[in-house]
């Protein structure tokens, strides 16, 4: 009863003292658990590249997402503005994009635009050789009787893409490029009118589409991957993306 | 038994269509703008104008009168609603498309009647059980602000609604049980910041039609308010807007409520989904006033008893497991161990409404779909996260929102891996 009474007074403040310093332990804990964030707008972009990869290389492995990096940066900023506005349809990315201003678009359209990887590979689809040849020439001469440019004359000599709205086609898989140019068919794919690419993609017939599809997805990689410089090419068609210019048919 | 119900759905309708008939029987005539007791002069007041943009702001008018990649107010946006699909009309002053051709009364009875130009009733996709509330003052403002913008030529598509709801009068049942004309009356005992928040809640903000549960009928029945609910169709949950535990508000400061509103980020949760649309849209655009009546008024919604605690329907023990590791995986570096989040960056998930929401379908469907936070003038480079479809599985995306839902604080119940197959297949909109 005695030594009771002694320890009385002192046992609250031992309390106090014992609590403030576990609460000291908890928070030093809690500070230390709570992740660090880097301030980079690659870590903002965590939406982005988790399909096109940190540095926009794609994922060549499931042949689907395309690559991002070294495309001309308004390329990409026009194709996340189709994307918000349902000119190109694709659902995920209208509900990733929808709310980005346009400064917060050039920017992510900038960074992907700026990275330099090495290309790789995707699969390819067992393809005759024949229908490899026929792609090759869609890409490299066209076809005048059925009034189809070649990739080439807009897309550059090496294929590497214009600056500054012309996407380079080397290095994409073979299952985005053939789904793409037949969303332009079925209208789920488009941009500012006039839309060139749509009009050429219904020029193409079905087997044209595999066979262009393939032959850019097995074409070797030039040396120089950059896109070519602004207004090297003269495009074959009128083309809203680039100003509508373009003098033929 | 099927003739039995064919029936009675038979006479049900046959019911509507008469108490619908009886209750509206007749035309009206429009107000000519000649005609309206609202002058011209009047509608040209760039102080009435500049009021009317704030409250067009507040109600989110161009949330639902835009189309994706539409002029803005010119409507063609398609509506789903469970009984069909209502494409959004052109409320640009267009004469031909438009309400260029309108009166203030016309517009009028259409916010607070809920009755067009013609007398015709409208159908309540137009969210006039709500709209009704709003002053005579507020809504000439809203008007005159209409009428400033640019003409855009631009026909509404016609109603594709299921028979019977096509039938136009069969709306006059529905507001029989729905529908209670009124503008908001301040009550006496409260503060006047209290009442500014309930008008805006209640009234132009109409967060009742999508944060109460609607019925078979569309409905949401009087007593349910803001007690939160599943968005129909869209299928996202709009939570408990009360302080309840597990599912609601509890925790939340009247700050926390301001900076979701404003920034889109608070220290209790992120806005995302349709409400994420509503903060860049809408709630960040309010005033500091607005916004902390808004908070004060929600502050003192009655406190519902704690969510129930749901019991698992089976032994989820090995679930939840393996929940935990693909949280570790790949949740944890954002999120934190703790559930915590990172102030200011990523939300915490402990105590998150939308994690504790009843049905997990929130929780599910940010982790199918990921994306960025609200654009808004506090928040212009938002961080994201990553969409988590490509990666996981059904079962691994069951197993880690189970686990959310069940660790720190939270009590919501686990999530059924078919729950998640059918989450993955709702569309996105």
């Known amino acids: 009863m005695n030594t009771n009474t002694k320890l009385r007074p002192a046992t609250p403040i031992v309390a106090v003292a014992l609590l403030a310093a576990a609460m000291l332990i908890a928070a030093a804990a809690r500070a230390a658990d709570a992740p660090k964030i880097p301030d980079t707008l690659q870590q903002r972009i965590a939406a982005c590249t988790t399909c096109h990869g940190v540095h926009g290389e794609g994922t060549p492995g499931s042949g689907?997402?395309?690559?991002?990096?070294?495309?001309?940066?308004?390329?990409l900023a026009r194709q996340m503005q189709d994307f918000q506005n349902g000119l190109r349809k694709y659902a995920p990315m209208e509900y990733t994009v929808r709310q980005l201003s346009p400064a917060y678009m050039q920017e992510i359209a900038e960074y992907f635009a700026a990275q330099q990887v090495p290309y790789s590979r995707s699969p390819l689809p067992p393809v005759s050789a024949a229908t490899l040849q026929r792609g090759e020439q869609l890409v490299s001469k066209g076809d005048?009787?059925?009034?189809?440019?070649?990739?080439?004359?807009?897309?550059?000599n090496q294929l590497t893409g214009v600056q500054p709205s012309t996407p380079g086609l080397v290095g994409l898989p073979y299952d985005y490029l053939s789904a793409q140019l037949g969303s332009w068919r079925t209208h789920t794919r488009g941009t500012v009118a006039p839309d060139c690419m749509a009009v050429i993609a219904n020029r193409l017939s079905d087997s044209d589409i595999t066979a262009v599809a393939a032959a850019l997805a097995s074409r070797q990689l030039p040396a120089d991957t950059h896109a070519q410089a602004a207004g090297s090419v003269t495009p074959p068609l009128p083309c809203g993306v680039l100003g509508a210019t373009g003098d033929g048919t | 038994m099927k003739w039995l119900r064919r029936l009675l759905l038979?006479?049900?309708?046959?019911?509507?269509?008469?108490?619908?008939?009886?209750?509206?029987?007749?035309?009206?005539?429009?107000?000519?703008p000649a005609m309206s007791k609202v002058t011209a002069a009047t509608l040209h007041d760039p102080a009435l104008i500049a009021r009317g943009g704030y409250l067009v702001k507040v109600g989110d008018c161009a949330g639902c009168h835009t189309?994706?990649?539409?002029?803005?107010?010119?409507?063609?946006?398609?509506?789903?609603?469970?009984?069909?699909?209502?494409?959004?009309?052109?409320?640009?002053?267009?004469?031909?498309?438009?309400?260029?051709d309108w009166s203030f009364e016309d517009f009028w009875q259409a916010l607070h009647a809920g009755k067009g130009r013609h007398g015709e009733l409208l159908y309540p996709a137009f969210s006039y059980t709500s709209y009704t509330k709003v002053t005579h003052d507020d809504a000439l403002a809203m008007f005159a602000y209409l009428q400033s913008l640019p003409a855009v030529h631009q026909t509404s598509r016609p109603l594709m609604l299921d028979f019977p709801y096509s039938v136009r009068n069969s709306v006059a049942a529905w507001r029989a049980l729905y529908f209670k004309e009124g503008v908001f009356q301040p009550d006496p005992q409260q503060t006047a910041q209290w009442n500014r928040g309930a008008y805006l809640v209640q009234g132009l903000g109409h967060c009742n039609e999508c944060h109460a549960a609607r019925d078979s009928l569309g409905g949401t029945p009087q007593d349910m308010h803001l007690?939160?609910?599943?968005?129909?169709?869209?299928?996202?949950?709009?939570p408990d807007l009360s302080t309840r535990r597990n599912g609601g508000l509890h925790g939340w400061s009247?700050?926390?409520?301001?900076?979701?509103?404003?920034?889109?980020?608070?220290?209790?949760?992120?806005?995302?989904?349709?409400?994420?649309?509503?903060?860049?849209?809408s709630t960040q655009h309010m005033s500091d006033d607005d916004l902390r009546a808004v908070a004060t008024y929600l502050g003192s919604l009655p406190a519902r008893p704690p969510a129930a605690e749901e019991p698992s329907p089976f032994n989820a023990n090995s679930l939840v497991q393996?929940?935990?590791?693909?949280?570790?995986?790949?949740?944890?570096?954002?999120?934190?161990?703790?559930?915590?989040?990172?102030?200011?960056?990523?939300?915490?998930?402990?105590?998150?409404?939308?994690?504790?929401?009843?049905?997990?379908?929130n929780a599910t469907r940010a982790v199918l779909l990921g994306g960025f936070a609200p654009l808004t003038a506090a928040n212009p480079r938002p961080y994201s996260m990553p969409p988590f479809?490509?990666?996981?599985?059904?079962?691994?995306?069951?197993?880690?929102?189970?686990?959310?839902?069940g660790s720190w604080t939270n009590k919501a119940a686990v999530v059924p891996e078919r729950d998640v197959s059918k989450d993955r297949q709702t569309p996105i909109d």
């Not at chain 1, 005048?144 to 550059?156: Q, Y």
């Not at chain 2, 409507?75 to 494409?87: E, K, S, V």
Request: aromatic share 8%; charged share 15%.
């Open chain 2, 389 to 405: 479809a490509q990666q996981l599985s059904d079962a691994e995306v069951a197993a880690v929102v189970s686990y959310i839902r």
């Open chain 2, 10 to 32: 038979l006479i049900a309708i046959l019911v509507l269509l008469l108490v619908g008939w009886l209750f509206f029987g007749g035309g009206h005539q429009p107000t000519s």
């Open chain 2, 227 to 238: 007690t939160g609910g599943q968005i129909p169709l869209q299928n996202w949950y709009a």
């Open chain 1, 64 to 75: 689907y997402f395309p690559r991002l990096a070294g495309k001309p940066a308004a390329y």
């Open chain 2, 67 to 100: 189309a994706q990649g539409g002029a803005a107010f010119a409507g063609g946006r398609l509506l789903a609603t469970p009984f069909g699909n209502i494409p959004v009309p052109n409320i640009t002053p267009d004469r031909d498309t438009g309400l260029g």
């Open chain 1, 144 to 156: 005048p009787a059925s009034r189809i440019p070649a990739c080439a004359s807009c897309h550059g």
């Open chain 2, 322 to 361: 393996q929940g935990e590791k693909i949280y570790t995986q790949h949740c944890a570096d954002c999120h934190g161990k703790d559930g915590n989040g990172v102030a200011g960056i990523y939300p915490p998930l402990d105590g998150n409404s939308s994690v504790t929401e009843p049905s997990g379908i």
């Open chain 2, 254 to 281: 009247e700050q926390d409520i301001v900076d979701l509103l404003k920034t889109g980020q608070s220290a209790k949760g992120t806005a995302f989904g349709p409400m994420a649309d509503v903060v860049a849209g």
